[in-house]
């Protein structure tokens, strides 16, 4: 939830004269998304939703988000366009904020995903990843294997306040991890944070992706494991091998998966957990003064975690491990 | 801003079903009104305002307030109309909380009104006071002038943390205000809250008025007051004769003010600036713990009650004394 910048009427009107997208009818504050300030703003041509960027997300990412967003769009994903100016450009300025305007996506987030959900999503996920091959702007993924023990050390002295022996079992994990994980595996764009509020369906059929913020360039077998972590376990943190299998299908329809990628599938999936493990527990241990957000309690990957360890073939994600290439 | 409650998809759809109002499109949680959970509902036939009832509000008052919102709706104000359920009610349940879907009203509030819109404001109240007429039930207003001491002696203690003198000044005014509170104006339903946030407008003219989560049965004239608080003070607490003159103008165009009733208005002004000065300082010392909004500073009704106190003519809410009945 975030509406951090008060945008005025008459800066707005202003705002909205570079754009041919009509007059301002209405304009909400909406609760979505956690790093930026968004709208649903209503105009005489349409709705759409307005960003202005705050100071947590750094300004030379925007021309890769909104560079993204465009490039996934025109290549037939069902994702945000950016709206362009009259001067030719995206990212505009409101309230002494980076701004942008993109297009509604009709739709709505599933709380609890069925199969068939799990399966419209991989399918998704392939569609992304093929749609990304070509943009030409790289970016890093700023929480990639190499930036988790650097996070941990921040919340180190401090991990075992939520289960005594968490910071052991932490370390030893990203040893673990640290030598084992693959490298030489696809790469591409990936989306990062392919959660459940990240994706809208209508009638149970996939109907966009929103939220790119996070999106950068890695294994592209990552995002399947990140996928994986949030569609697949029960409310009482079981796996759901037939959501796992349902979501792989439905990638592998799309984009088929090499055997290195099936094979690298528990070590994604343990390195997936370990990073929202380690940004719930920072964020767990460091909730500001007068925050608007409560912190996700970081047990869930604890024990998300703990199940991937456990994953000793990919015969546990619902793969047929005999008919790994067809 | 709000949203407190989490709505389902499975839960929504459901609930949808005991509407004529198509099926769901799209739900945003929006960051308006403080006491609710409010969302910006799409479905297939249109836009409207689902509200969940959170522990705040009183469940009694709900028939109030829907029905209220239904009669000047008939009687052709501009306001949001509850959306009857196939069973006839207004009023279901979502979530285990009392909820009711809306319609859309579209408009914008603006930060800074002109003497013009204040123009349009008076002349949406006039409408509104004389469209509440004949409404069958009743509600009394809960921060009425019996109720500000009891109030004021919950913050009685640590007022002057505010101010220093603060305590003194405001039992001064309570006294003064009990005893020379008019009883014998017009009364009717009033908003009690119409401030710039709650006013919507399109291209400059009056649109809507939503939020009648205040309105209750007092004083006509004391609505006036209200507005004459929130709408013509600039943004140095300066009073604009102006905008008070257009206010006014704007009212009497629609409903004749009795020479009673202007000549009210400095002493229902003050009771106005001290209401919003009393719940203020509540909640500027009663911040909750994880709070999601920022009180507002209650220093700024201090100023305002200080310009009213001064005020020994209606001539200085720029009505023409010597033409009080035209």
């Known amino acids: ?7 005025s009427d008459s800066a707005l009107i202003e705002h909205l004269t570079k754009y041919d997208i009509g007059e301002l ?9 956690v790093e930026n300030s968004n709208y649903l703003l209503t105009t005489t041509k349409g709705r759409y939703i307005l960003t202005l960027y705050e100071a947590r997300v750094d300004t030379n ?6 560079g993204l967003m465009e490039h996934l769009a025109q290549n ?18 409101l309230e002494n904020k980076p701004a942008a305007i993109i297009s509604f996506l009709d739709g709505f987030s599933v709380k609890r995903p ?39 050390e921040k919340s180190e002295k401090r991990a075992d306040e939520v289960i005594v022996g968490l910071s052991d079992k932490i370390k030893t994990e990203l ?20 959660f459940t509020d990240n994706v809208f369906f209508l009638q149970n059929k996939f109907s966009g992706i929103i939220d790119f913020y996070f999106a950068c360039n890695d294994l592209l077998a990552y995002d399947i494991a990140i996928c994986l972590n949030d569609w697949c376990f029960e409310p009482d943190w ?53 925050a608007m957000v409560t912190p996700k309690n970081p047990s869930e990957y604890i024990e998300k975690l703990k199940f991937h360890k456990g994953v000793n073939s990919v015969a546990l994600y619902g793969i047929d491990v005999n008919k790994v290439n067809s």
Chains 1, 2 share one sequence.
Not at 78 to 90: A, D, Q, R, Y
Not at 131 to 143: V, Y
Request: charged share 20%; proline share 6%; aromatic share 8%.
């Open 114 to 152: 069925s199969a068939d959900h799990c399966k419209e999503l991989g399918k998704a996920l392939a569609q992304l990843h093929m749609a990304g091959e070509g943009f030409s702007i790289k970016r890093a993924n700023a929480l990639a294997v190499a930036d988790w023990r650097p996070l941990f």
């Open 1 to 7: 939830m975030a509406v951090y910048t008060e945008v």
């Open 238 to 290: 079981s796996f759901n091998i037939t959501k796992a299998r349902a979501l792989l299908g439905g990638y592998r329809s799309v984009r088929p998966l090499s055997q290195a990628e099936l094979e690298a599938l528990p070590v994604l999936c343990r390195g997936a957990a370990l990073r929202f493990l380690l940004t719930r527990l920072f964020d767990w241990l460091n909730v500001p003064v007068g």
């Open 76 to 93: 037939g994903l069902s994702c945000p366009l950016p709206i362009v100016m009259k001067n030719g450009e995206t990212l505009g300025t």
């Open 25 to 33: 009818s209405s304009i909400k504050g909406i609760a979505e998304g």
């Open 61 to 66: 990412d925007l021309p890769f988000f909104l």
């Open 175 to 194: 040893d673990f991890l640290e030598r084992n994980w693959p490298h030489d595996l696809p790469k591409g764009v990936i989306h990062a944070d392919m």
